[in-house]
């Protein structure tokens, strides 16, 4: 409006000028002050682009409806697994530009170049990518970072260091072999062919061998070739004199891995732009924080991870309670336990896709045949061994991701087998510890012997005052007062005492019984051949 207002300013000016000048003055006037308001206009056109210019939110596009999410930890299968499930949601959602935070040092190999594929392939879903680093985003982090369409980073952010390296059994870090460095250059190519990032640069952070050249040609612009893409660039600029320091120099010797700080990144075309923080690449989107649709972590997802780390552990101490359960029915409190440890157990490998129907179906027929061999004794020991091997074996593959498959060339595969064997070991190792000192420690514990030993008509009796009456109780007749499978309760005489089926034995509840031995503050018994639990019983 402010061109219109001049313009009739002028006029007015040229108008009272005419009353005092004539007709040919007044004329002359006019065409200056029209070429003063013409001028004062583009002057106003000029200044108010700038303005607009100047203002983050006005120079953006439309970015439609934003969604968030955050990758904030170690890069491994729970990000992995929250992101493929963040990635349905923003579909699900009609989202249009997903924004994610990055913040991480790295992880394994094999779930970062899942989640750069995941990244990498939204595009053809219409969904726009942008990465935003506050802090840092280092090797496996950096990579999936630059997955994306846009990059932006704090000005103290840092991005790059794309090192593939492992441990050895010593603790020695050691650069991986070539092959899988290769894998993670062609990941990098791939972004560069495809996001538009310099090549050179991308390479660079994980090519610790080569070395990455600045190169000027004459009348062209800087140009970062790494060292494997020297001859043809050299052969496509052959007016490049390398001997000239203004024109060819090594940017980064051997042995360096590019990293980059937020002002660099930017600097060298590696980010789409510097923002402070999340507020701020808010206002770069042109968009309100209260509008964009949250993303992150669900609790669910959060306790399956915290669980996770804890499930060879969680999944041991479920079957020990379990076992510890069918020895002392009627009491509830081991099969509560059981069952609270054993759903966490589930909810951590189903979260993480581990566990499906066929691991839980061996666990579950390992259990059962473990159980009926300590009811029935029916099959001398064989019932119990098999059991242990399919439940070991279920507990195996229920660490086993079960995307892999059994090839014992893969090396990913091979990884995943030893960590798998080794979370079911730990898993028996603690039923078997747990079991053994259950033996020779609960029923010391005063407390929940009484517990267990508790009856209505009966005085309970503590196991060291069993032990010091061991001379009292050999030979002693009595009734089984629960069924001994082979654990149980007895009565002798007025009194209720722990006791156990003599070599693992099944007793029915009523049946006559004697005491042949006092072992770890409990009674053994066998039952007597011809007698019936109304029979006379010994009182002492």
């Known amino acids: 409006m402010r061109p219109f207002l001049l313009r009739y300013l002028a006029d007015r000016f040229a108008s009272s000028m005419a009353e005092t000048t004539g007709a040919t003055t007044r004329a002359l006037c006019e065409a200056r002050a029209g070429l003063a308001a013409r001028i004062a206009g ?49 579909k699900a959602e009609d989202i249009d530009t997903l924004l994610v935070r990055i913040d991480t040092d790295g992880g394994t190999v094999h779930h970062a170049r899942s989640m750069f594929k995941r990244i990498l392939d939204l595009e053809a879903e219409g969904i726009r990518t942008v990465a935003f680093i506050d802090f840092r985003a280092i090797s496996a982090g950096a990579l999936i970072a630059y997955a994306h369409e846009d990059v932006y980073l704090s000005e103290t952010a840092s991005i790059g260091d794309i090192g593939v390296v492992f441990q050895s059994p010593e603790g020695e870090i050691k650069y991986a072999p070539e092959k899988f460095e290769t894998v993670v ?44 893409d020297l001859p043809e660039f050299l052969a496509a ?23 980059l700080t937020g002002r660099e990144a930017v600097q060298f075309g590696m980010a789409s732009g510097n923002v402070a923080d999340l507020d701020a690449m808010h206002e770069r989107l042109g968009v309100n924080g209260d509008d964009v649709v949250d993303l992150s972590p669900r609790g669910t997802e959060r306790l399956a991870w915290a669980l996770s780390r804890f499930a060879p552990i969680l999944a041991g101490l479920a079957v020990l309670f379990l076992l510890l359960e069918l020895q002392t029915p009627g009491v509830g409190l ?86 798998a064997a080794f979370g079911g070991a730990t898993a028996v190792g603690i039923v078997v510890v747990g079991t053994v000192v259950a033996i020779r420690f609960i029923p010391r514990i005063t ?35 629960e069924a001994l499978h082979p654990g149980g309760m007895v009565r002798l005489g007025a009194e209720s005492i722990r006791a156990r089926a003599e070599h693992g034995a ?35």
């Open 447 to 481: 407390a929940l012997h009484r517990q267990l030993a508790a009856r209505e008509e009966v005085t309970a009796t503590s196991a060291g005052e069993i032990e010091a009456r061991t001379g009292e109780l050999l030979g002693k007749r009595g009734e089984a007062a």
């Open 334 to 419: 081991w099969l509560a336990l059981a069952a609270l440890l054993g759903a966490g157990f589930l909810l951590a490998q189903y979260s993480l896709d581990l566990i499906e129907h066929i691991e839980l179906l061996l666990i579950v027929i390992g259990i059962g045949l473990i159980a009926a061999e300590m009811y029935t004794m029916a099959g001398g020991g064989l019932l119990a061994a098999f059991g242990g091997a399919a439940g070991l074996t279920g507990l195996v593959l229920a660490f086993l991701p079960n995307e892999l498959t059994f090839d014992f060339d893969d090396p990913i595969f091979v990884d995943a087998l030893i960590d």
């Open 42 to 90: 583009c002057l106003l056109l000029i200044a108010a682009c700038a303005a607009y210019a100047e203002d983050p939110i006005s120079t953006t596009t439309d970015h439609g409806v934003v969604g968030y999410m955050e990758i904030d930890d170690a890069i491994d299968r729970f990000s992995d697994r929250y992101l493929a499930r963040a990635i349905e949601q923003a």
């Open 237 to 259: 600029h052959p007016d490049v004199d390398r001997d000239d320091p203004t024109q060819f120099i090594v940017y980064r010797g051997p042995d360096r891995l590019l990293t």
């Open 506 to 540: 099944y007793v029915p509840a009523g049946a006559a019984v004697e005491v042949v031995s006092v072992e770890f503050g409990e009674v053994v018994v066998r039952s007597v051949a011809g007698a019936g639990g109304s029979g006379e019983i010994d009182s002492g």
């Open 185 to 228: 250059r062609t990941l990098l190519t791939q972004a560069a062919e495809q996001r538009g990032w310099n090549r050179g640069m991308l390479l660079k952070m994980t090519a610790h061998k080569q070395s990455l050249y600045r190169i000027t040609p004459p009348g062209g612009s800087v140009e970062y070739v790494i060292e494997d």
